[in-house]
Nanobody, 122 residues
Framework: QVQLVESGGGLVQPGGYLRLSCACS????????MGWYRQAPGKQRELVAT???????NYADSVKGRFTIARDNAKNTVYLHMNSLKPEDTAVYYC????????????????WGQGTQVTVSA
């Protein structure tokens, strides 16, 4: 059973820094994508940043140049370094993983973490 365990959320002032971590526990044969989505109150969940096949990164336009995603392949962990935080970054951040449960699996599956709150406020 794959579980995604997130940590690192909290309250920070505008212009500040936070680092989110997401560790994948349990058995999984192959990870295609790991990354982060977020959902602000009254809004749809949106992509923040992803790492594809361990090295190809993808960012939302709203966070380019401020956020950096990094994956530790050996630990099956993904990090999100968030610099120059803005009040509009306030949201629940969800870790996401797409992968093959076993090498005999016919299709990959999506997994989600429980979410961690990030609040940017003076």
């Amino acid at each position: 059973q794959v579980q995604l365990v997130e940590s690192g959320g909290g309250l920070v002032q505008p212009g500040g820094y936070l680092r989110l971590s997401c560790a994948c526990s349990g058995s999984i044969a192959m990870i295609n994508v790991m990354g982060w989505y977020r959902q602000a109150p009254g809004k749809q969940r949106e992509l923040v940043a992803t790492v594809i096949r361990g090295s190809i990164t993808n960012y939302a336009d709203s966070v380019k140049g401020r956020f950096t995603i990094a994956r530790d392949n050996a630990k099956n962990t993904v990090y999100l370094h968030m610099n120059s935080l803005k009040p509009e970054d306030t949201a629940v951040y969800y870790c996401y993983l797409n992968g093959l449960p076993t090498y005999s699996s016919l299709r990959s599956l999506d997994y989600w973490g429980q979410g961690t709150q990030v609040t940017v406020s003076a």
